[in-house]
């Protein structure tokens, strides 16, 4: 086994204790939280510099493409996250088996508008698939949303394919009438010009093609 003498938490685990899981409108049934995950061996908690032992990025493999990452660039990408502090991947961790079985991250977005505040944006959600179903997708989106407004966002949005959007809705998210659609342009594609040049051969790699996206937020001022 990996020892890990020192390791180094990405953003303060004492702010995870402080959140109050009785303020979400999601359902938990048992009743679950940050502190007390329900499991002794589940911990919720800030991303380590030694996740990458952990299976962190094998883990959000499940949700999108992550390459061939190695521990230099990852380590390299914790260090800039952490000099930000902008960044609080939260992750939940098996450990019985040393594993990352969750994930999810809050960037924060620093603005002059609303007198210099600042908009959290949900990103990078996953749960291991053989984990699914037991309210850790739940557990996790919580408990970066409530981080959110305890860290002074004015609010939250997140981009999603139109099936999960029920399962926003459910932890407090909403559609904004009118004010609700994902824009993207791709860098990592072509334009169809460049396809043409180079006839690219990458295809998205999210594998989303055909789906359609869209924003939900969670509005902290209302
Ligand atoms: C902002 C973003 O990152 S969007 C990207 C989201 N991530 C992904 O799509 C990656 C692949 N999917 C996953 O990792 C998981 O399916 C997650 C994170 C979406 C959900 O994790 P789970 O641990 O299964 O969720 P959990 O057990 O808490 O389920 C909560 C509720 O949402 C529902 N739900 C869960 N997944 C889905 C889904 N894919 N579609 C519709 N409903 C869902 C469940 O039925 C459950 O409903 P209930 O409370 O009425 O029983």
């Not at 007390?36 to 510099?49: A, C, H, I, S, Y």
């Not at 508008?113 to 919580?142: A, F, P």
């Not at 004015?154 to 407090?172: A, T």
Request: neutral net charge; charged residues 25%.
């Amino acid at each position: 086994m990996v020892q890990h003498p020192q390791e180094t938490y990405l953003y303060d685990p004492s702010l995870l204790l402080k959140l109050d899981f009785h303020r979400t409108p999601a359902t938990f049934k048992p009743f679950i939280s940050a502190a007390n995950p329900g499991e002794p061996w589940m911990k919720v908690r800030p991303l380590k510099d030694t996740d990458y032992d952990r299976g962190f990025l094998q883990l959000l493999s499940q949700l999108t493409h992550v390459g061939n990452v190695n521990r230099t660039q990852f380590l390299t990408r914790f260090s800039q996250m952490k000099a930000s502090g902008d960044y609080f991947v939260t992750v939940i961790e098996d450990t019985r088996k040393n594993e990352i079985i969750g994930a999810a991250s809050l960037v924060i977005e620093r603005k002059f508008i609303h007198n210099c505040s600042v908009r959290g944006r949900l990103e990078d959600v996953v749960v291991n698939d053989t984990y699914r179903g037991k309210q850790l997708g739940k557990l996790i989106v919580v408990t970066v949303s409530l981080l959110a407004e305890e860290l002074g966002c004015y609010k939250m949005s997140l981009d999603c394919k139109d099936k999960l959007i029920k399962f926003y809705e459910s932890l407090g998210y909403v559609l904004i009438p009118g004010n609700s659609n994902s824009m993207t342009i791709r860098y990592d594609e072509g334009t169809p010009l460049k396809r043409n040049a180079t006839s690219a051969s990458s295809s998205s790699s999210t594998g989303a093609g055909g789906d359609s996206c869209q924003t939900v937020s969670l509005d902290f001022a209302s």
